[in-house]
């Protein structure tokens, strides 16, 4: 095979859109008639776009359908560069001020000693302290089977230890050979 066609260096990007806000403005509003709103918010009437648009240009200002959905379309005299700004402005700081809650994992296995044990309860506690939620995990291994009651146990102190900082979601539940539970920290 020629090497040309074994790594042509060509990727396509797929790009997802959350929220299209494409507005349309100006000569792009093409409706019989539109409502029109001033720029300090009074009706101004229901008008053809031609008109509107030159009253926008006459204050110097973007005639922009703000309802498209509405019978007549609303149109609103602003201007848009400076909304535009002002929006993505409050979108970045709305996704400064969100706080993605993660769920964190603690294994454990049911013969695990004392000081282990406090080792992982004060992990366990920093992560809810944090706000991430917590999976809590204890692996049973051949004839550690025939015991899953030494491990239901064991989570039930965890969570009890934890009682302050989380509220239970799941209770310790087996599947297969691992028996977790939930740990979601309470509302501060």
């Keep these: 095979m020629h090497p040309r066609f074994v ?52 204050q110097e200002l973007d005639l922009v359908k703000i309802s498209p959905a509405s019978n007549p379309p609303v149109c609103k005299i602003m201007d848009y560069g400076k ?32 000081n282990d044990f406090n080792t992982k309860l004060k992990n366990g506690q920093k992560f809810l302290q944090e706000g991430d939620r917590l999976k809590v995990t204890v692996r049973f291994r051949g004839r550690e089977m025939a015991h899953t009651n030494i491990g239901e146990e064991l989570l039930k102190k965890f969570a009890e230890e934890c009682s302050e900082l989380a509220t239970v979601d799941k209770n310790p539940k087996l599947e297969g050979r691992f028996m977790t539970m939930f740990l979601s920290p309470k509302a501060k």
Excluded: W
Aim: aromatic residues 8%; glycine residues 8%.
């Design 7 to 58: 790594f042509s260096g060509y990727f396509s990007r797929r790009c997802l859109i959350i929220s299209n806000t494409a507005y349309q403005i100006n000569e792009e509003i093409r409706d019989k008639e539109i409502r029109l709103i001033g720029e300090d918010g009074a009706q101004l009437g229901i008008m053809s776009p031609a008109d509107a648009f030159k009253i926008a240009v006459e």
């Design 83 to 114: 909304y535009r700004f002002e929006q993505s402005k409050r979108e970045k700081e709305a996704r400064k001020n969100q706080h993605i809650v993660e769920v964190k994992e603690i294994r454990m296995s049911p013969g695990i000693g004392l």
